[in-house]
């Protein structure tokens, strides 16, 4: 029985048409993010004729509605009936940790440029899941914490959408930011897909602080930027941003509610890096708007991944040698100029930008590079052995140093 199934498949994966399940939320809260997740991905295919290494590549996409449920079936549906070769994507934190138990069990290789819970290349690393182009949570607000502090900034509040991603974005803020000094003064979180913001202004404006870090992301952080200009906060109290808050699928229908806000991440749409420019136009000509931090993980890892497929001549048949030449592998020739590595817990290393948003020369918003920190880990400057003795990231455990 066993070699009636594998003989098609091994002559499918060495010579016929390379299957890939994409996973994107097309509808829901976050479904701008999601449609960037497949332009992305899809460009860098269209741009290769859809094939690599002599072999055809098909993309399955399936809509995970932002909902773990969902996700989980589609995942299902991708690997069990259309035999997909590996899975890519979703964007929710939740979806993507309900995918990566189902992969645990089967070994389906699952690349991750924007799911980014902490422990999946931490405590509780799963070794077929890969974070191509992508980064943990905690990692990029880092950053943002010291040069807060170098700013003078001695009392911040925190506000965040109350789950996964929400909770590990500010612990990483809150950590860095309270070992350097200075003190987290109040931490609010509101459920996903808050119409009002009115209650959290209100509080945040008599907290007494030198400014406020936000991590919204979608329709949430359209919102939250104009009831805060709306509540005559904006120019009074200076405004942090996690990377998604501040992104192109945000910021590009905005007006000076966004101007000026300052943002961490390792893409940055106003770099004047050639490589990044050329990446930027290519994507503006061919869906007449500025990339997202989505639509630009999505391209650098089908990159990633696809460099990998090439190196293996399109025999992608043995999943662990496969598996292996991605975590051993470098993405170079990507839109941010210089090539990448995996860490030795398989999570990127990237130079990280402190970015301000500001009108380009054709009065779009975008997000500029004002101070870059090199070679950022998802460890920061902690040991990671010792630092994955300590309890990971939540609602409850943010990391303040008493």
């Not at 859809?50 to 991708?78: F, S, Y």
């Not at 994507?283 to 993980?297: E, T, W």
């Not at 090439?310 to 051993?328: P, T």
Request: overall charge neutral; aromatic content about 12%.
């Amino acid at each position: 029985m066993t070699g009636t199934v594998a003989a098609p498949f091994v002559a499918r994966a060495q010579s016929g048409p390379i299957r890939i399940g994409l996973m994107a939320p097309l509808s829901g809260v976050v479904a701008a993010g999601g449609r960037e997740i497949v332009e992305g991905f899809n460009m860098f295919w269209e741009e290769r004729g859809k094939a690599i290494a002599g072999r055809p590549v098909e993309v399955i996409v399936e809509d995970d509605a932002g909902n773990p449920d969902t996700a989980l079936q589609k995942a299902r549906r991708l690997v069990e009936q259309s035999k997909v070769d590996f899975l890519f994507g979703n964007l929710l934190a939740n979806t993507g940790l309900a995918v990566a138990n189902y992969v645990k069990g089967n070994g389906v290789p699952y690349f991750i440029p924007v799911i980014a819970a902490d422990d999946l290349t931490q405590r509780d690393r799963v070794r077929n899941v890969i974070r191509v182009a992508g980064y943990t949570a905690s990692q990029m607000p880092r950053p943002l914490a010291d040069w807060a502090l170098k700013q003078g900034y001695k009392r911040v509040a925190t506000i965040a959408q109350d789950y996964t991603f929400g909770h590990e974005q500010c612990a990483g803020f809150a950590q860095v930011f309270t070992e350097g000094g200075g003190k987290i003064v109040g931490q609010l979180w509101n459920p996903l897909n808050t119409a009002d913001f009115s209650p959290y202004i209100g509080q945040l404006g008599s907290m007494n602080v030198d400014a406020i870090f936000a991590m919204e992301l979608g329709a949430d952080a359209t919102r939250f930027m104009q009831q805060y200009s709306n509540f005559g906060l904006k120019g009074q109290i200076p405004l942090l941003g996690a990377q998604n808050f501040t992104d192109q699928s945000v910021i590009r229908t905005m007006g000076e509610e966004c101007d000026g806000i300052v943002s961490s991440a390792h893409f940055a749409e106003g770099s004047d890096n050639p490589e990044t420019q050329k990446f930027v136009k290519a994507y503006s000509a061919k869906y007449g708007k500025l990339p997202s931090l989505y639509g630009f993980s999505h391209y650098s890892g089908a990159l990633w991944v696809g460099q990998v497929i090439e190196q293996l001549k399109g025999d992608i048949s043995n999943r662990d040698a496969f598996i292996d030449a991605v975590l051993k592998s470098e993405l170079t020739n990507s839109p941010l100029g210089r090539p990448v590595r995996f860490d030795d817990y398989g999570n990127p290393i990237y130079d990280v930008y402190i970015r301000k948003v500001q009108k380009n020369a054709d009065g779009k918003y975008w997000n500029v590079p004002i101070e870059t920190y090199s070679a950022v880990s998802q460890f920061w400057t902690y040991d990671p052995a010792q630092y994955l003795k300590s309890p990971p990231f939540s609602r409850d455990n943010q990391g303040i140093k008493k």
